[in-house]
């Protein structure tokens, strides 16, 4: 069978590719993606626990040069301080295009009580009215940007 039906497969591994002129997809640079992070107030964050590999959607807020969310103690806590390693997700979609910001990075529970406070100041909001103890930041080791046009 021929490769002559996909000329340009796409690449789903997150390398870098050069993209052709006029392509519908283009590298967002570093600013451009923390800009779309400081809008962002919904995520996925992306966990490891042994061989499984867990998604979980959270609120996010975006301050200086890291990433912060509230979660109950149990699992995803757990997770956290097992393996700190972690990938987070935003997307957005407006008119004619989509934007897909992935932040690589680790996470560490904050325990001091002026950060603490200082991030509740920031208007971080769960989605849920329950209980979240564990205020979480995410500093971030990579971070990649695309932008799509849509319909092309």
């Given amino acids: 069978m021929s490769n002559d039906a996909h000329p340009h497969p796409m690449n789903i591994s997150g390398e870098h590719e050069d993209a052709p002129q006029g392509s519908p997809i283009s590298e967002l640079s570093e600013e451009q993606s923390w800009e779309l992070l400081r809008q962002a107030r919904f995520a996925r964050l992306a966990t490891r626990d042994g061989d ?30 097992l393996n700190p390693n972690v990938a987070l997700e935003i997307d957005r979609t407006a008119g ?14 904050i325990t001091d009580a002026d950060e603490i406070k200082r991030v509740e100041e920031l208007g971080l909001r769960p989605w849920l009215n329950t209980e979240k103890i564990e205020f979480v930041e995410i500093t971030p080791t990579r971070i990649t940007g695309r932008a799509f046009r849509l319909g092309h």
């Fill in 52 to 81: 499984e590999i867990d998604i979980t959607p959270l609120n996010i807020v975006a301050d200086g040069e890291k990433i912060y969310f509230r979660s109950a103690k149990g699992t995803k806590v757990l997770h956290l301080q």
């Fill in 96 to 109: 004619s295009e989509a934007h897909s910001v992935v932040v690589r990075g680790t996470a560490a529970m």
